[in-house]
């Protein structure tokens, strides 16, 4: 880091509006993306702590668990996650499409030597609950554990993206950026706060719960670290197509069209469904002018396969 941001060329010509990208797909850590940001202020705690064990939960795809997992290694932590193939929130429809559980980052945790607990799928509460469970068995059998968040959104993590805001010098009038646990939106979003750069979160996830976890996640991070704290939000919920963890149609043209144009891979997860949402906003007027678009990585769930 810091990470390139260049101007998307033929895009820009394409829609009429000057278009840039944030490259945190080349955040350089096995195999790249936005936790590797989170992961450089929540790895020293972890250290600090004297742990042996760390403990968190995901889907079965979460980049995420990859990346965390390949850096406890770094400190010779083991890493252990419970994870679900597609976890859901009750009362929101389940796509009725297999989510890309297998092959992908998957075959990263093997590689990277992460122990990973696999429970059948069910709502997003329970996942949380048997990563506590866990950790708390781990701590009775005398272990030093720590428990890190779902997609390491806590306090490290907003304060982790309130700094990558820093690394954007020119001036832009919207900033996209995928959104799912919400510390990558949070954090942007209070860094660029009282600036003339709008920021707008795309979400993966049908919960409109996810909006007060970016607002709580700033305040604990304003707690903490001190600093800016949010009171409101713009986080879109239009581009989630199926559901969280499936692909979306648009998204799918979208990774097609920017691979095509420009040479650069989207994930089907997260920032393919953003970089439609922002092509959608575009066409619609809702934003112009120069616009920053916040590559959030996710590249190895391109080689991610229904389970069979
Ligand atoms: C985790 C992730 C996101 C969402 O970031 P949050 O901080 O969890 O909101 C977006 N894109 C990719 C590729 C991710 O892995």
């Not at 009171?231 to 989630?240: A, K, M, Q």
């Not at 420009?262 to 949402?277: M, Q, R, T």
């Not at 959608?280 to 769930?301: A, C, M, N, Q, Y």
């Amino acid at each position: 880091m810091p990470t390139p941001c260049h101007r998307l060329p033929r895009v820009s010509e394409d829609w009429g509006v000057d278009v840039w990208i944030k490259r945190d797909d080349l955040t350089g850590f096995a195999g790249g993306g936005n936790k590797g940001r989170k992961l450089e202020v929540l790895l020293p705690q972890v250290l600090a702590q004297d742990a042996k064990v760390v403990v968190t939960c995901g889907s079965s795809s979460s980049n995420f668990v990859r990346q965390l997992g390949a850096a406890c290694s770094l400190i010779g932590v083991r890493c252990e996650a419970i994870v679900m193939d597609l976890p859901f929130e009750p009362g929101y429809p389940k796509p009725q499409i297999p989510p890309l559980a297998s092959g992908g980052n998957e075959t990263l945790n093997e590689l990277f030597g992460t122990v990973i607990h696999r429970i059948p799928d069910g709502p997003w509460e329970t996942l949380f609950d048997e990563a506590t469970n866990r950790a708390a068995l781990l701590r009775e059998h005398g272990e030093q554990v720590v428990e890190v968040k779902i997609g390491g959104s806590s306090a490290e993590g907003v304060f982790a993206f309130r700094q990558a805001a820093e690394e954007i010098s020119q001036s832009f009038d919207h900033l996209v950026v995928s959104s799912s646990s919400g510390s990558t939106l949070s954090g942007l979003a209070s860094g660029f706060h009282g600036s003339t750069t709008h920021v707008i979160g795309i979400s993966a996830d049908p919960e409109e719960e996810n909006y007060d976890d970016v607002l709580r996640l700033s305040r604990e991070c304003a707690e903490r670290f001190g600093g800016t704290r949010l009171t409101e939000v713009d986080l879109r919920y239009e581009y989630v197509g199926p559901g969280y963890g499936v692909a979306s149609e648009e998204g799918v043209l979208a990774a097609e069209y920017l691979a095509r144009r420009e040479g650069i891979i989207l994930d089907p997860v997260y920032s393919a469904k953003a970089f439609a949402g922002m092509q959608d906003l575009v066409t619609r007027k809702e934003i112009k002018g120069r616009i920053l678009f916040w590559h959030t990585g996710g590249v190895p769930s391109v080689f991610g396969r229904p389970r069979t």
